[in-house]
């Protein structure tokens, strides 16, 4: 079947695609802070648009290489990663068939901080925490974070740091990107 993707099938054949997948639960409202002050004046933008946050055209990709190649691609869920770091890249890097290596987990070379700086400079103040630490250890004693809260205790929350018309837009994002994301983490890697 014709590539549904904006991205060359060329480009789609030479790799070997891993999908990332975050709860939109989650994600959205640490997006969404990138849209208000104070980091809406490092972002330049103000408007968080939910057609443009991803979910939808990755599960467009994720089923297409699962339709021409027969098989689901590696997909794993961001909460595993940060959860256990090691448990989710050994297991990947033999499905990659390459060699898994603890400094996947460190990066505290100077020049290696200067070099991300650099690729994510024009996304000024999206990837702050990522590009402030020094590596991936983990979160929460080695246990992926309890399921989500309810949508109303969901709902308080973000009411509660961004106001009625915050919670309003991010509980409006969520909802768009829901069906697309549980339908992704259906085919999520497994670990112990």
Same mark, same amino acid.
């Given at each position: 079947?014709?590539?549904?993707?904006?991205?060359?099938?060329?480009?789609?054949?030479?790799?070997?695609? !891993?999908?990332?997948?975050?709860?939109?639960?989650?994600? @959205?409202?640490?997006?969404?802070?990138?849209? @208000?002050?104070?980091?809406?004046?490092?972002?330049?933008?103000?408007?968080?648009?939910?057609? &443009?946050?991803?979910?939808?055209?990755?599960?467009?990709?994720?089923?297409?290489?699962? !339709?021409?190649?027969?098989?689901?691609?590696?997909? @794993?869920d961001a909460d595993d990663l940060l959860a256990d770091p090691?448990? !989710?890249?050994?297991?990947?890097?033999?499905?990659?068939?390459?060699?898994?290596?603890?400094?996947?987990?460190?990066?505290?070379?100077? &020049?290696?901080?200067?070099?991300?700086?650099?690729?994510?400079?024009?996304?000024?103040?999206?990837?702050?925490?990522?590009?402030?630490?020094?590596?991936?250890?983990?979160?929460?004693?080695?246990?992926?974070?309890?399921?989500?809260?309810?949508? &109303?205790?969901?709902?308080?929350?973000?009411?509660?740091?961004?106001?009625?018309?915050?919670?309003?837009?991010?509980?409006?994002?969520?909802?768009?990107?829901?069906?697309?994301? &549980?339908?992704?983490?259906?085919?999520?890697?497994?670990?112990?």
């Open positions: 079947s014709p590539n549904p993707t904006l991205l060359p099938t060329e480009f789609i054949n030479s790799c070997k695609v !891993v999908f990332l997948i975050r709860d939109p639960t989650a994600a @959205i409202p640490s997006l969404y802070r990138c849209f @208000i002050p104070p980091l809406s004046a490092q972002t330049g933008d103000t408007m968080l648009d939910p057609t &443009e946050l991803g979910y939808r055209e990755m599960r467009i990709l994720f089923d297409y290489l699962r !339709v021409k190649d027969g098989v689901a691609p590696l997909l @794993i090691e448990a !989710v890249l050994r297991p990947l890097c033999d499905d990659l068939a390459m060699p898994y290596s603890s400094s996947m987990l460190e990066w505290p070379a100077p &020049e290696d901080h200067a070099f991300a700086l650099s690729l994510f400079e024009k996304f000024a103040g999206y990837h702050e925490d990522a590009l402030n630490s020094k590596g991936l250890t983990p979160k929460g004693n080695g246990k992926k974070p309890a399921g989500p809260q309810s949508k &109303e205790e969901m709902d308080d929350i973000w009411k509660s740091k961004y106001g009625s018309e915050g919670m309003r837009i991010i509980r409006g994002a969520v909802d768009a990107c829901r069906d697309d994301y &549980e339908y992704l983490e259906s085919f999520q890697m497994r670990f112990a």
